[in-house]
């Protein structure tokens, strides 16, 4: 909302203060100030002194401007809408004008199909202050030129008012505020609300209210009226807010709303056919607004309307057959209150906003609908003339107002931790408009936002300056809780992951009936996908099972746009549906690999892929003892593991990794290999431990032996590990495998062998072992293994 600075000193002096401080106080009232908008140096008021043809362009004028200084100024001009003696916008060279675009041009002198132009006479859109751009902006004759038009129109502020300060909406009630912050009086027409007009209930045939969606309405005839253009001060102030001036009477409606912030709207009674009657839209009927736009309208909206037709959609718009223009003679003004929801419902349904529903749709002051007919009326009389009825005629009732509230000032003073006087705490309460009787206060009817004793708490609070507040206590402390445990656990994977060079995605939760195929950790646990009952499309009618289908999309996406080397994860939650029909949820945890193991560059041209070991190796960097990759054949991965942690009775089942099968890869257009593994975050964070276990280094020197062994193809290397890890011998500090072979041809082993290669290392802590310890604890070694695993050693 745009407020004026000039406007607003009509009701409160702000000459002590700067720009700077004005914004400081409006931002302590709780406005959010977007911008200030200041008209630029070197544009003045000036005169028309008289108007030739251009001598070379039949569209052009070559203008004598009076310009303040004693002497004549040329100016070529293409408008058509002045006359000698206008008085209009002057930018003089050096000045500054918005172009639009965040740009900006300076005016200089030039010359136009040869003719000198020092200057530019300006439309309103040119220098800001509207956006129409029909023609130059002609200023009231009463001002004098040379005058600086930021004289004539000083800042307007651009103001974002919260959904809960209706009463803000206007410069009665920021001046209110502002008032109340700064300790001024306000002054200038607070009375408004107040009207001493004699009002009669209306005849049946005069005022109908058929519908809940306008509780109150009210009319009020003036006949003789003289529709003609709006004096100067009027139009100076409609401008300044960013509003075009139309004619005397539509602008004093404009007038009141920016003022008072109650809407009103003039019918010409000529094109009424009988009484009002506010009722409910028919199903389909067509009405044709102000805007020349024909909206279809349901049952669900409300119209205001004559014995025939509708002539308003209430509280929005007004229609185009009933306005007010240059033949109007008699007026019928309506000024109301209407439901906000409704309102609300019918703007965006029509998507046709306007000043009025922007205030309706917000709350407006049910108790200033008969004080803002007041005022419109007195400005009808006085700048159109005519002859008002004594009597303002009223329909249905106000809502009730805003009960007291009860308020204990040793409450203030807990709550707000500061030692405030009963004298200042009433102070404050009165300069926001609110009466006291002893310890009730009688809540105003613009400030329905203060239903609570805690609201008036803040608002002691918002005036006696939160600054001023001593601060007790730092902070509370708050135990650790299962969420900020969930939360911290989570951050450090995603670390993790980071500093390995995987990037984070984050997909939507819905996926396609044909992206179920991609899902890699549902179907073997029994679990069944859940279906939508209402999806919204084709490709979003399951909830996500897994987090392997997301990833592979968008490695497709990167793929296309020339990025084939990724590593991505991803953290979520997914869904299931149990074999007994109930659904489950669980976070999980997705990694996918594919590319090159390093990126092209001049010392490697080609580097080699990205394999399942890669992908193992960024698993257990943040999986505490190392992994157990069980071998699972589902027929959805190649070389498909259960991902496990821990031995025996106590391990601990992850979740699932493996290769993508090669076709579904060149489906995606993938092709490298595609490692993807998905894990449940749950049981990693219960295998996951913080506990840090350092060892001294080793004083003594330790003894390695390597070990050749032939094991049949079909034993795998989780088999061994398990061997090595449940190994008891004190001497052996570790096992490491440095060499694979096979031959599928036969010729130097056996088809159905490999050979494997390790480097065993035997250490004590207190002493350097003797050369037969070594040999005996590495004997006994390889007859376990002999034993146990039925290897022959090469």
């Avoid at 009086?185 to 058929?210: F, N, Q, V, W, Y």
Wanted: aromatic fraction near 6%.
């Amino acid at each position: 909302m745009n407020v004026s600075l000039k406007w607003l000193s009509d009701h409160i002096d702000f000459s002590d203060y700067s720009m700077q401080e004005l914004d400081d106080l409006l931002t302590f009232t709780g406005i959010e100030v977007e911008g200030i908008q200041s008209l630029p140096d070197h544009l003045v008021v000036g005169e028309v002194l008289s108007s030739d043809p251009h001598p070379d362009a039949d569209k052009l004028s070559v203008c004598q401007v009076d310009d303040g200084s004693g002497t004549s100024r040329q100016i070529v001009c293409g408008a058509k809408n002045y006359k000698v003696g206008d008085k209009v916008p002057l930018a003089l060279p050096g000045c500054v004008l918005d172009a639009g675009d965040g740009k900006t041009f300076e005016i200089k002198e030039g010359k136009l199909r040869g003719v000198p132009s020092l200057g530019m006479m300006c439309a309103a859109s040119e220098i800001g202050l509207t956006d129409d751009a029909d023609g130059l902006m002609i200023l009231s004759p009463n001002l004098k030129s040379g005058t600086p038009l930021s004289e004539v129109y000083p800042a307007v502020f651009e103001l974002e008012i919260t959904p809960n300060r209706p009463d803000c909406l206007s410069h009665l009630g920021v001046a209110r505020e502002l008032a109340a912050l700064s300790g001024k009086e306000l002054t200038g027409a607070p009375h408004h609300a107040e009207s001493k007009t004699s009002a009669r209930e209306a005849k049946d045939s005069e005022i109908t209210l058929s519908t809940d969606s306008c509780p109150y309405y009210t009319a009020r005839i003036v006949r003789g009226v003289k529709v003609t253009e709006s004096p100067g001060w009027m139009k100076e102030k409609l401008e300044s807010v960013g509003l075009r001036p139309i004619n005397n009477i539509v602008d004093i409606t404009n007038y009141v709303l920016m003022e008072m912030g109650q809407p009103l709207h003039a019918f010409d009674i000529a094109k009424l056919e009988g009484g009002i009657n506010v009722r409910q839209a028919a199903e389909g009927e067509k009405f044709v607004a102000l805007d020349g736009e024909t909206y279809p309208l349901t049952a669900a909206d409300m119209v205001i309307a004559d014995s025939k037709k509708a002539v308003a959609i209430g509280g929005v718009m007004g229609g185009e057959d009933s306005g007010v223009t240059e033949t109007t003679t008699d007026v019928l003004l309506e000024s109301a209150w209407f439901v906000p929801s409704d309102i609300r419902r019918t703007a965006r349904r029509l998507n046709l906003h306007s000043d009025s529903s922007y205030r309706f749709e917000r709350g407006a002051d049910a108790y200033q609908v008969n004080g803002a007919s007041d005022l419109a009326i007195k400005l009808i009389l006085d700048l159109a003339g005519g002859k008002a009825e004594d009597e303002i005629v009223i329909a249905g009732e106000k809502p009730a107002a805003p009960a007291s509230v009860t308020l204990d000032n040793d409450y203030v003073r807990s709550v707000i931790g500061a030692e405030i006087p009963d004298e200042k705490i009433s102070d404050i309460l009165t300069s926001l408009g609110l009466s006291q009787s002893g310890s009730d206060w009688a809540i105003p009817s613009y400030r329905l936002d203060l239903p609570r004793p805690v609201d008036l708490v803040e608002e002691v609070a918002r005036v006696y300056g939160l600054d001023l507040v001593p601060s007790n206590q730092q902070s509370w402390f708050s135990p650790k809780s299962k969420a900020d445990e969930s939360y911290d656990f989570a951050r450090k994977i995603q670390t993790k992951l980071s500093s390995l060079g995987f990037f984070e995605t984050r997909n939507l939760k819905l996926i396609s009936e044909a992206q179920l195929t991609d899902d890699r950790a549902t179907n073997h646990r029994g679990m069944s996908p859940i279906r939508l009952k209402n999806p919204l499309n084709d490709e979003q009618d399951y909830l996500r099972p897994g987090l392997v289908p997301g990833l592979l999309a968008s490695a497709e996406r990167n793929q296309r746009f020339g990025n084939p080397d990724l590593r991505l994860f991803e953290m979520g939650r997914v869904f299931t549906a149990t074999p007994k029909g109930g659904e489950v949820e669980h976070e999980h945890l997705a990694l996918l690999m594919t590319g090159g193991r390093a990126a092209r560059s001049w010392a490697d041209g080609k580097p080699s892929n990205l394999d399942i070991h890669d992908l193992r190796a960024a698993l257990e960097a943040f999986c505490p003892g190392g992994l157990n990759l069980v071998p699972v054949d589902d027929g959805r991965l190649l070389c498909g593991c259960s991902i496990e942690i821990g031995h025996g009775k106590k391990s601990a089942k992850l979740g699932m990794m493996g290769i993508i099968p090669p076709a579904r890869a060149r489906e995606l257009s993938l092709a490298a290999p595609v490692m993807v593994a998905e894990i449940n975050l749950k049981k990693l964070a219960a295998a996951f431990s913080d506990d840090l276990k350092y060892a001294e280094l080793p004083k003594f020197p330790g003894s390695s032996r390597d070990i050749a062994m032939l094991v049949s193809t079909d034993l795998a290397a989780g088999s061994i590990a398990d061997f090595f890890a449940s190994y008891e011998e004190k001497l052996l500090q570790s096992v490491e495998l440095f060499d694979i072979f096979q031959d599928p041809s036969g010729e130097k082993l056996p088809a159905d062998k490999k050979s494997l290669a390790y480097s065993v290392t035997y250490r004590a802590a207190d002493r350097t072992l003797e050369a037969n310890e070594v040999e005996s604890a590495h004997a006994k070694l390889l007859d376990s293994l002999r034993s146990g695993l039925n290897v022959e050693f090469r």
